[in-house]
């Protein structure tokens, strides 16, 4: 089955600092792969997405591509802010499921 | 547009009790899931169904159960609580693979 690995955290920046938080994967076929963002004490809210190879999700200063040859999928913003901490998930699904990493804390300082 | 709309959002229950997590879209979804979200573990998914009348089994299936007998519905029982539910359940909706699953705000449930 299909399964994704993400960097442990938390990750610890501070303000206008570069993010990366790597996610691999495995799979059958070509999922379609996610980034999901969680803020405290709420539900998962989709960030970005993309359905092939690279291709680059983006959203709120945040990017991702589709690396097929090294199944990643790593998050990326280039300039972090403090309401940018929350728990961050990747996910890759094919057909109806969907498979998430085990969430990478990002704690933002000013 | 309510999108995902989960009750309750918090449950205490006793051993050996049951009880129904109730969830509902109006995006006219096909696709529904229940995950539980544990610490360190992610989200690991229970049951999904992708349309009315079709469920299956996720990764941890065992002690639930599931129905979809319309679009908009897909409840989660819990037939004999333990202790090891306690958890944070979250039902998600969907269009396609492709677009991302929309997520319900989650039900908390404790388990004593």
């Known amino acids: 089955g299909n399964s994704v690995t993400q960097m442990e955290g938390p990750v610890t920046l501070s303000e206008e600092a570069f993010l990366t938080i790597n996610c691999t994967y495995t799979?059958?076929?070509?999922?379609?792969l996610f980034w999901y963002v969680q803020y405290p004490g709420e539900g998962l809210q989709l960030l970005l997405k993309?359905?092939?190879?690279?291709d680059k999700g983006s959203n709120k200063g945040f990017e991702a591509t589709y690396r097929k040859e090294t199944t990643s999928f790593h998050l990326e913003k280039g300039s972090v802010q403090v309401s940018d901490s929350a728990v961050y998930f990747c996910?890759?699904?094919?057909?109806?499921?969907?498979?998430f990493g085990t969430g990478t804390r990002l704690l933002v300082s000013p | 547009n309510a999108g995902v709309t989960q009750t309750p959002k918090f449950q205490v229950l006793k051993t050996g009790q049951s009880m129904t997590l109730q969830c509902a879209q109006d995006?006219?979804?096909?696709?529904m899931s229940w995950y539980r979200q544990d610490p360190g573990m992610g989200l690991r998914l229970i049951h999904y169904?992708?349309?009315?009348?079709?469920?299956d089994q996720g990764e941890v299936p065992n002690g639930y159960n599931v129905s979809r007998s319309t679009t908009e519905d897909f409840p989660l029982r819990l037939l004999s609580a333990a202790p090891s539910q306690t958890s944070v359940y979250f039902c998600?909706?969907?269009?396609?693979?492709?677009?991302?699953?929309?997520f319900g705000s989650g039900t908390r449930l404790t388990v004593v």
């Open positions: 169904s992708v349309g009315a009348g079709i469920t």
């Open positions: 996910a890759a699904g094919s057909f109806q499921k969907l498979v």
């Open positions: 995006m006219n979804h096909e696709y």
């Open positions: 799979a059958t076929g070509y999922p379609s």
């Open positions: 998600a909706s969907s269009f396609d693979r492709g677009r991302g699953y929309t």
């Open positions: 993309a359905t092939k190879a690279d």
